[in-house]
C-alpha cells in the first residue's frame, strides 16, 4: 500500500489580509485620543514710532591695481606709507572697516604684501586693525557696479 504525500501549497493565504488592516484601521481611531494643541506661543515686538539712528560708517579702501600700484581712499599711496595714513583713523575708531580690493589682474603677491602689512600695524604704528575686508568677486560686483 502506497501511502499519497501531501505537499503544502507554496502560497501564503492572504484573503483576510485586507479585513484585518481595516479592523486595526478602526481600532487605533476609536482609540486614539487627539489632544488639540494651541501652536506656539510667542510675543510680537511693539510698533516703535521712531526709525532707529543708522550712521553711515565710512571706510578705507585699498585698491591694488596691476603691477602693485595701490591706491588707498582714491590717492595713489606706497605700501609704507599705508600704516601711518591709517593710523589716526584708527585711533578715532579701532573698529574702522579696511577694505582690501584687488582688481581681477592683479598679482596675489601684491595682495597678500598688503595684507602683511596692515596685520603688523599694531608693532609698527601702536594701532591693531581688527576690521579687514577682502570681498569675493560676488561681493564686488553687487557692491561696485
Known amino acids: 500500500m502506497r501511502l499519497k504525500k501531501e505537499t503544502a501549497d507554496p502560497e501564503i ?3 483576510s489580509m485586507a479585513d484585518i488592516a481595516f479592523l ?3 481600532y487605533f481611531m476609536v482609540t486614539t485620543t487627539f489632544a488639540a494643541t494651541r501652536g506656539l506661543d510667542f510675543s510680537l515686538p511693539q510698533e516703535d514710532k521712531e526709525q532707529p539712528l543708522v550712521e553711515k560708517e565710512e571706510s578705507v579702501l585699498i ?9 588707498v581712499d582714491q590717492k595713489r599711496m606706497a605700501l609704507e606709507d599705508i600704516l601711518e595714513y591709517l593710523k589716526p583713523k584708527l585711533e ?4 574702522k572697516p579696511v577694505i582690501i580690493r584687488p582688481l581681477e589682474t ?13 596685520r603688523q600695524a599694531k608693532d609698527k604704528i ?8 577682502i570681498p569675493t ?9
Open 13 to 15: 493565504p492572504t484573503s
Open 24 to 26: 486595526l484601521i478602526i
Open 63 to 71: 585698491e591694488i591695481q596691476p603691477a602693485g600700484v595701490l591706491m
Open 92 to 95: 578715532r575708531n579701532p573698529m
Open 106 to 118: 592683479t598679482e596675489y603677491g601684491h595682495m597678500v604684501a598688503v595684507f602683511d602689512e596692515i
Open 126 to 133: 601702536g594701532v591693531e586693525v581688527k576690521n579687514v575686508s
Open 137 to 145: 568677486q560676488r561681493e564686488i560686483e553687487m557692491f561696485w557696479y
